[in-house]
């Protein structure tokens, strides 16, 4: 099975300011994520690839920056106990359920891990990232955190790509952050929409395309 989707970047007045398509990948027991993100405001391409466990447990990525005329490149391989990038290396006390490289799509694989019970309450969800900032492009360099995520109920959603059925979730990265709140696929966990108080921007789901193996 193959997802593909495009998600568009906001401003406060609605206006378009980037964009991001990704492909979901679920064959051989395996899943992979692939994304492009663009984000004109602030001249920045960024592209994502993580793969996963049929659990969505991931297992390696990279995350490619490119800005400003500059490029940085990480990539990440993630075993049972450590996570190694470059000449980085964390000690893992038990297998990783996360790697944030900040495509939106990626965002939305926390969900998997979290779950729909308990709605109201905060989990932490331990997470390596390649940058704790606002747009991820700050601070590089391979990093532990845990992100806390409760989940808030099921509603009905109206966004550009049409009306569904969404799971809500808030995410919080840090303590003096305010929570982002997230509206997914109920069922699968296709990203749908996202606004956060830190940012004026806000994103939503433009199109999507589920298709077979092969299709």
Known sequence: MIQSGRIAYRDAAGRETGYETFDLIAAQGRRLL???CV???IGLIREVSIGMGDDFRPRDGQCR???GGAESLMRFAIGPDQAVCGDQAL???????????HPLSGDALIIHQRGTDA???????AAITNSISPN??????MQAMEIAVAYMGETALNVAAGQFAAWHY????????PPA?????AGDGLFLMMRWAMVPAWFELTHWHDCPQGG
Request: hydrophobic residues 40%.
């Open 65 to 67: 920056i490119w800005q």
């Open 170 to 177: 808030r995410l919080c990265w840090r303590d003096d952050w």
């Open 119 to 125: 709605p109201g309450d905060y989990r932490p969800i």
């Open 39 to 41: 984000m004109e405001d």
């Open 34 to 36: 692939r994304a492009l």
């Open 91 to 101: 000690p893992l006390a038990a297998p990783l359920p996360y790697l944030g490289l």
């Open 181 to 185: 709140d997230l509206w997914v696929r």
């Open 136 to 141: 991820g492009e700050e601070d590089l360099h």
